[in-house]
């Protein structure tokens, strides 16, 4: 893990950006930018030792943030639905921040499988096709996450900042993640859509691999920008970690088959073993670890609980 750094996490009070944060502010001068609407939001950001700075990436110039530090990770997003406001946040936002940026040592933006054109059961590879991936969910955030990935490629080479573009899968752990909210779903009885090109699988990351990942992320940064997948080595489906967290609670997945929902996203890890390395959390221990940590009262009637 990275010690006695200087480091700008974008995003501290997100779903990844959160334990990334808490981890790195152990051993090094972390600060945390984000807009903070929510006053609870700084606090719990500050409470783990991180220096917040509020700014809104569509539009601040960023003049009261240091620009020395040693390395950025850039987790903020916005998906408002506004393609106005989310192209000026995440495509606009990461040039200004990365031009503010620019004496750091690497940059490590965190873009999406949500970039790749849906190719059904397919694995994904890095130089595939690009697409609208997300619309049918989150109606910005594909064409955003692209956008992005293009100014962040453009800032590296124009001010020569070593940049990883980093495309990230399905990230989840004791912090929740989606299949936390498919086991609320099950435990209210309520229908988790299902793409019908079945099985629907994609590459869970737990947090203990996300988070020991970074520093190597960080040295394969170049110019120009690297991109290269991250995700769990091995995919797996919605059906499968449904399933298992139907047997840990007893709890049983009601799904339903509709072409309104996002269909797999299937990452090839080649790359991301040869340049960074696997993962090691097994799927199933990090989800009954998550069940654990978030659900407790669940496992009591399940079969493995
Ligand atoms: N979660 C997933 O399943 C998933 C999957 C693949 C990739 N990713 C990527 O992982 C990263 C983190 O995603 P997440 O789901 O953890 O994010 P999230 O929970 O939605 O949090 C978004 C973060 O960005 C900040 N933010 C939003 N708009 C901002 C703005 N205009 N200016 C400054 N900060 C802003 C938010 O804080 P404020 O609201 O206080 O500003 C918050 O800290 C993103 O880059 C995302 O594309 C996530």
């Keep these: 893990m990275l010690e006695n750094q200087k480091i700008l996490v974008t995003g501290p009070s997100s779903q990844v950006g959160f334990p990334v944060a808490r981890e790195l502010a152990r051993n090094n001068e972390v600060w945390g930018l984000a807009r903070f609407r929510k006053e609870a939001e700084r606090e719990k950001v500050e409470a783990i030792g ?10 601040s110039s960023f003049a009261e943030l240091p ?38 040592r690497a940059f490590l933006h965190c873009s999406t499988g949500g970039v790749y054109q849906h190719a059904g059961n397919k694995a994904l590879r890095e130089s595939d096709a690009l697409g609208d991936n997300h619309r049918v969910m989150m109606p910005t955030y594909s064409i955003c996450k692209i956008a992005a990935e293009s100014v962040a490629r453009f800032a590296a080479r124009e001010w020569q900042l070593p ?15 989606w299949p936390w909210f498919h086991l609320m779903m099950m435990k209210a009885g309520a229908p988790i859509p299902l793409h019908p090109e079945r099985p629907n699988r994609f590459n869970l990351t737990h947090e203990d691999d996300y988070i020991a990942m970074i520093p190597r992320l960080l040295e394969i940064a170049a110019v120009p920008a690297t991109v290269v997948n991250w995700g769990g080595s091995e995919s797996t ?26 269909g797999s996203v299937i990452l090839d890890p080649t790359k991301m073993h040869e340049l960074v390395g696997p993962t090691r959390v097994d799927w199933h221990d990090g989800i009954r670890r998550m069940v654990e940590a978030l659900n407790p009262e669940l496992l009591a009637s399940g079969r493995k609980g």
């Design 50 to 59: 991180v220096r917040t700075y509020a700014a809104d990436l569509a539009e």
């Design 163 to 177: 940049t990883t573009i980093a495309r990230f899968s399905v990230p989840y752990g004791n912090n929740g993640g």
């Design 237 to 262: 489906s919605i059906e499968e970690w449904c399933a298992y967290m139907g047997e840990l609670t007893g709890l049983e997945p009601h799904f339903e088959e509709t072409d309104q929902t996002i």
């Design 67 to 104: 620009d020395d530090f040693d390395v950025v990770l850039h987790f903020a997003v916005v998906k408002s639905g506004d393609f106005d406001y989310d192209l000026a946040a995440n495509a606009e936002g990461v040039g200004r921040l990365m031009s503010h940026c620019r004496k750091a």
